[in-house]
T-cell receptor, first 115, second 113 residues
Framework: DVKVTQSSRYLVKRTGEKVFLECVQDMDHENMFWYRQDPGLGLRLIYFSYDVKMKEKGDIPEGYSVSREKKERFSLILESASTNQTSMYLC??????????????FGPGTRLLVL | GDSVTQMEGPVTLSEEAFLTINCTYTATGYPSLFWYVQYPGEGLQLLLKATKADDKGSNKGFEATYRKETTSFHLEKGSVQVSDSAVYFCALSSVEYGNKLVFGAGTILRVKS
């Protein structure tokens, strides 16, 4: 059974802190993604990675960075947390193959509150 | 750019009622279309998908047909259950957007017993 895990379900941090969100997948997938989910906005892509040590900016990368040192792990870093980064963060992975139709598999999400 | 528009929720239905959640899209090419579902406290999981015009995706009693002429992919179910209460996301994937997913805003469905 496919599995994407995220290090925390809930996090509370203070403004200015450096925050690490970890995601691990056990499916040997090449592609991994970080989204944030906000009411009325759906999911928006922050960063993605096609393979180890590769990263690409998504639609809203400002204030975030990522790291992919191993294939199974994709980390999202908030360099200096701000209150407008309070959100639900979702990680996903996918194995590319046939172009448009590969399924992305999602983790359970991390709900981050920045005070 | 590519985009997805869903009907706003929440949608509240009684058990065994008929469900429709509207989804329309804008894309320059020929996207694949998806419905994802998010149950309370969980991540998203794929519900169904369709990869070309007139394809019908189906799963767990839900159906959606890829309508190119109306650029729509409406989700339907003939008889909803309380366990269907969730957030439903319509999404597309297109070559023009690098095969990444573009999501709609999501529609909350609440089913009452």
């Amino acid at each position: 059974d496919v599995k994407v895990t995220q290090s925390s379900r809930y996090l509370v941090k203070r403004t200015g802190e450096k925050v690490f969100l970890e995601c691990v997948q056990d499916m040997d997938h090449e592609n991994m993604f970080w989204y944030r989910q906000d009411p009325g906005l759906g999911l928006r892509l922050i960063y993605f990675s096609y393979d180890v040590k590769m990263k690409e900016k998504g639609d809203i990368p400002e204030g975030y960075s990522v790291s992919r040192e191993k294939k199974e792990r994709f980390s999202l870093i908030l360099e200096s947390a701000s209150t407008n980064q309070t959100s639900m963060y979702l990680c996903a992975s996918r194995q590319p193959g046939q172009g448009l139709q590969e399924t992305q598999y999602f983790g359970p999400g991390t709900r981050l509150l920045v005070l | 750019g590519d985009s997805v528009t869903q009907m706003e929720g929440p949608v509240t239905l009684s058990e065994e009622a008929f469900l429709t959640i509207n989804c329309t899209y804008t894309a320059t090419g020929y996207p694949s279309l998806f419905w994802y579902v998010q149950y309370p406290g969980e991540g998203l999981q794929l519900l169904l998908k369709a990869t070309k015009a007139d394809d019908k995706g189906s799963n767990k009693g839900f159906e959606a047909t890829y309508r190119k002429e109306t650029t729509s992919f409406h989700l339907e179910k003939g008889s909803v259950q309380v366990s269907d209460s969730a957030v439903y996301f319509c999404a597309l994937s297109s070559v023009e957007y690098g095969n990444k997913l573009v999501f709609g805003a999501g529609t909350i469905l609440r089913v009452k017993s």
